[in-house]
Structures are given as C-alpha cells and as structure tokens.
C-alpha cells in the first residue's frame, strides 16, 4: 500500500535540459473536456504533466541569471522542490503498475526577458498548480494515501505561489492569497492556462 511518505520522499534531483525541449513526439497528460480520471495513475499523470513544466521552468529561468541575493535563492529552492515532485510522482506511478508519461515540449516564449516576467509568470504556474492539485483532489477520494500525498505537494505549491508573490511585492488579497479558501480548475481550464507554453500535441 502506498502511503505519503512515498510520495513525497523527494531528493534534490538534476532534471537534464532536455527533459522537455528534445522529446519531440511527447504525448502530455492534459485531458480535454470532462474530468473523468482513468484511476489513480492517470491523475498522478496530469499532476506529472503540470510538474514538469514547472520544473523545466525554472531550470531555465534559474539559468537565465535574471535573480540575484535572496530571490534567487528561493528561486533556486523552488526549482529543487519541483524536480523533487517530477521524481516523486515518477516513482509513485511505477509503483502503482503504470507508465509514467514522457514530458512534453516546451516553449515559453518571453517569460526570460525580465526579472518581472520571470516571476509574473512563475505566479501563474504555482497558483495553476494550486489549483489544478485541488481540482483533481476528488479522483482521488477512494485513494486516501494518495490524497493525503497530493494534498501535501498542494500546500508546497501554495506556499511557493506565496514566496513568488511576495518577491514581486503584491498585496496581500488577491496577491499573496486568493481569498480566504482556495479555488479548485478542472482539466480545461488548466489546459487553457497552460496551452501557450506546451507546442507538442498529444499522440492518445
């Protein structure tokens, strides 16, 4: 039986560059329409999907040098935390019997061009994950290891949207948090969010 520990045993973990720019034909676990999980191992791959995104992200901005002194070191926490949930999520999949799906191809366009941007859309992806994570939380109803699991990366990925958010000094409603409960999205609308930046189509 899985329980949390499993799943949130992760290590720093070297991601290689070409974890999503060189899989060229890399299907992606965003599924369209209806939230209607194919089991436990299929949520875990949307969640999979969503952390190697941010994972590459910030390996990439982390690389562009834009941050320097305090930001850069939660900056370089963060990127270690989300590869830490890729290898996390990987090895959870394996031991449930599954595949785990291949990362997709990336592009993120100008999110490098400025310190600004680099956080502005680092903000968007840790409050997408927030809420992509609470959405899925009832597919994993029967699965109460899992939940728990899940919910613990939810909180780490509340708790980097807020660190995002005070690096960028916004305010405390609406900006470090999102109203005193947090919103869940189903599939759509975080394949909505995330679209721009994944340019390989599913192959299934």
């Known amino acids: 039986m899985m ?3 499993d799943l949130i045993r992760g290590a ?3 991601i290689p560059g070409s974890v999503a720019l060189s899989m ?3 299907k992606w676990a965003f599924a369209e329409g209806v939230d209607d999980f194919d089991g436990p191992v299929d949520v875990l791959n949307y969640a999979l999907t969503l952390e190697y995104l941010e994972a590459e992200f910030y390996r990439q901005g982390n690389e562009a040098g834009l941050a320097e002194g305090r930001a850069a070191d939660y900056l370089s926490t963060i990127q270690t935390d989300e590869e830490a949930h890729v290898m996390a ?8 019997g599954g595949t785990a799906v291949p990362a997709p191809q990336v592009d993120f366009g100008q999110a490098f061009g400025s310190l600004e941007s680099y956080l502005e859309t680092a903000y968007t992806f840790e409050n997408l994950g927030v809420q992509a994570y609470l959405g899925a939380a009832p597919a994993l109803f029967q699965q109460k290891e899992l939940l728990s699991a899940a919910a613990s990366i939810f909180g ?4 980097h949207a807020a660190i995002i958010a005070n690096l960028q000094e916004k305010a405390a409603e609406g900006g470090v948090y999102q109203g005193a ?6 599939r759509s609308t975080v394949l909505q969010a ?5 340019v390989a189509a599913r192959t299934y």
């Open 12 to 14: 720093a973990v070297a």
């Open 24 to 26: 060229l034909s890399a």
């Open 156 to 159: 780490v990925e509340a708790r």
């Open 89 to 96: 999520l990987q090895d959870t999949i394996a031991q449930l």
């Open 194 to 198: 995330a679209s721009p930046f994944i």
């Open 3 to 5: 329980n949390r520990r």
């Open 181 to 186: 409960v947090e919103t869940p999205a189903d």
